[in-house]
Nanobody
């Protein structure tokens, strides 16, 4: 079983940047596809980005393409979400998640993921 801990959230002005980290313990992340999801108050959990086990394949939600970059450092057992040009509508709790069943293309549906972190709050002020 893998344990995930997110960090790096905070308060930032619109147009600013943040880098979220998700550190894993218990298992090596080279065996997992990873995803970032977010949830704003009163809204459903939303896919943000995903990366394959190898780190060679990434998917992004359309609204974050060109602004967010997900990466994976298997040696450090950590995934990152670099967020730039942040907008107020990016405000949410951000969660990382791990999926052990996808050998190639990472899933974009939250129900496919087995393990979740506790989340980190990102607030973008206008």
């Amino acid at each position: 079983q893998v344990q995930l801990v997110e960090s790096g959230g905070g308060l930032v002005q619109a147009g600013g940047s943040l880098r979220l980290s998700c550190a894993a313990s218990g298992r090596t992340l080279s065996n997992y596809a990873m995803g970032w999801f977010r949830q704003a108050p009163g809204q459903e959990r939303q896919f943000v980005a995903a990366i394959s086990r190898s780190g060679r394949t990434t998917y992004y939600q359309d609204s974050v393409k060109g602004r967010f970059t997900m990466s994976k450092d298997n040696a450090k057992n950590t995934v990152y979400l670099q967020m730039s040009s942040l907008k107020p509508e990016d405000t949410a709790v951000y969660y990382c998640a791990a999926d052990s069943d996808a050998p190639y293309n990472p899933p974009t549906a939250w129900s496919r993921y087995d393990y979740w972190g506790q989340g980190t709050q990102v607030t973008v002020s206008s």
